[in-house]
């Protein structure tokens, strides 16, 4: 089993949601029985495909929870930061579009006279409606 993000509503808010590793990821061990501990959980899917199926433990005061909980926090955090240098290059790429594309932009009069963008806009200032505005 491994932590699979947190509880939101209700009495389980904020405890670390527990889901058996599909098998690809999971590793067999053999331990001895003196080596285990038993801890109270809950199912809260109440389902009978385990793959489908959503634990609360409720050992999480122990170190290993503990230890569990700040690895989920931790990977939520990346996750969030991650979305969010991913939300800033893509405002970066959308305002360096519409940059280029008003750089793109003269007036009908340059237009019509052959004149170049800085020309245009940079050298004469023109401010005229663009020749290619909507």
Known sequence: MAPDG????GSREGRVRWKVLPASQAKELIVVEEACTIVPSHA????SDID???????GDATEE???AE???EEEEKRK???????????????EEEARQEEE???????KRLHQSIKY?????GHTAPNWNAS
């Not at 809260?44 to 389902?47: A, E, I, R, S, W």
């Not at 969030?80 to 959308?94: A, G, Y």
């Not at 245009?120 to 004469?124: A, D, L, P, T």
């Open 6 to 9: 947190k509880f939101g509503k």
């Open 44 to 47: 809260v899917n109440k389902v």
């Open 52 to 58: 489908r199926e959503t634990w609360d433990i409720m």
């Open 65 to 67: 929870g503990m230890e």
């Open 70 to 72: 700040e690895n989920v």
């Open 80 to 94: 969030k930061d991650k979305e969010e240098v991913q939300e800033e290059n893509e405002l970066e790429e959308e």
């Open 104 to 110: 793109q932009r003269k007036c009908a009069n340059c």
């Open 120 to 124: 245009c806009r940079e050298m004469k």
